[in-house]
């Protein structure tokens, strides 16, 4: 008994809908959709189950025999943010490849829903059915890869700290407007353009009073053109075989 009362519920815990009452006229499927569209027009504050019967037609007490709260709903919503990553890829090839075309998909995805992010900043990430088959997933490419369990697990999440970093970054990028004035070098140093603020910080790195930041940039050269995807993937490569004990490639 007391193993069932310490047990943690979750919204996958319970059938999806009580047998008493009428037919059911939609499933839990559909209300994530509609949630998943909500908090990707409008953002996640924008996300009660009020807006949410309002988006669907219906009243709001039809959509707890459904879902027991809002924080069930965003459980839902994350889930199935989970479940567009493909994992039907065979595992067993190259494990770096592998989890690092992983990664490129779970970046994506936090690119798609930008709100994410912030949901599992504040929540917690929990863990539904499409988010463990990811997990388990992930660990069944790293199989062949050295290192221990505790290793592969802290692997798996610096893949998806990373993703969420650079689709933020992305994010901000996307975000931030060209402007028109004459502060637009400055604005462009602090925001989306790359070589305004390479220059920028080659600019004060020159005044020395930052002898190894310019012993850095000298030694690094001209950075190369931005590309987003090629330094994650750097990234990825670097770091993750260093964290198993195998080195750099």
């Given at each position: 008994?007391?193993?069932?009362?310490?047990?943690?519920?979750?919204?996958?815990?319970?059938?999806?809908?009580?047998?008493?009452?009428?037919?059911?006229?939609?499933?839990?499927?559909?209300?994530?959709?509609?949630?998943?569209?909500?908090?990707?027009?409008?953002?996640?504050?924008?996300?009660?189950?009020?807006?949410?019967?309002?988006?669907?037609?219906?009243?709001?007490?039809?959509?707890?025999?459904?879902?027991?709260?809002?924080?069930?709903?965003?459980?839902?919503?994350?889930?199935a943010v989970a479940g567009e990553l493909d994992l039907s890829g065979p595992t067993g090839g190259d494990w770096l490849d592998d989890l690092v075309g992983l990664a490129l998909q779970s970046r994506d995805a936090h690119v798609r829903h930008p709100w994410l992010a912030d949901l599992n900043d504040r929540r917690g990430e929990v863990l539904g059915p499409h988010a463990i088959d990811y997990l388990d997933h992930a660990l069944g490419i790293l199989a062949p890869a050295p290192g221990t369990a505790g290793q592969k697990l802290e692997a798996v999440g610096l893949l998806g700290g990373l993703a969420v970093l650079f689709a933020r970054r992305e994010a901000a990028a996307t975000s931030s407007g060209a402007p028109s004035t004459a502060a637009a070098s400055t604005a462009a140093a602090s925001t989306g353009d790359p070589a305004a603020r390479a220059a920028h910080l080659a600019a004060v790195a020159a005044e020395g009073r930052h002898p190894h930041l310019l012993a850095a940039l000298t030694a690094a050269g001209a950075p190369p053109p931005a590309d987003r995807d090629a330094l994650f993937v750097r990234l990825l490569r670097r770091l993750l075989p260093a964290m198993l004990g195998q080195g750099e490639p």
């Amino acid at each position: 008994m007391a193993d069932r009362e310490t047990r943690p519920t979750t919204v996958w815990s319970r059938p999806e809908r009580g047998a008493r009452g009428p037919a059911p006229e939609r499933s839990r499927a559909q209300i994530t959709a509609a949630a998943l569209a909500l908090a990707d027009a409008e953002g996640l504050a924008a996300v009660s189950m009020r807006a949410l019967a309002q988006r669907l037609g219906t009243g709001p007490a039809s959509l707890y025999r459904y879902v027991g709260s809002r924080d069930e709903l965003l459980d839902l919503m994350a889930d199935a943010v989970a479940g567009e990553l493909d994992l039907s890829g065979p595992t067993g090839g190259d494990w770096l490849d592998d989890l690092v075309g992983l990664a490129l998909q779970s970046r994506d995805a936090h690119v798609r829903h930008p709100w994410l992010a912030d949901l599992n900043d504040r929540r917690g990430e929990v863990l539904g059915p499409h988010a463990i088959d990811y997990l388990d997933h992930a660990l069944g490419i790293l199989a062949p890869a050295p290192g221990t369990a505790g290793q592969k697990l802290e692997a798996v999440g610096l893949l998806g700290g990373l993703a969420v970093l650079f689709a933020r970054r992305e994010a901000a990028a996307t975000s931030s407007g060209a402007p028109s004035t004459a502060a637009a070098s400055t604005a462009a140093a602090s925001t989306g353009d790359p070589a305004a603020r390479a220059a920028h910080l080659a600019a004060v790195a020159a005044e020395g009073r930052h002898p190894h930041l310019l012993a850095a940039l000298t030694a690094a050269g001209a950075p190369p053109p931005a590309d987003r995807d090629a330094l994650f993937v750097r990234l990825l490569r670097r770091l993750l075989p260093a964290m198993l004990g195998q080195g750099e490639p």
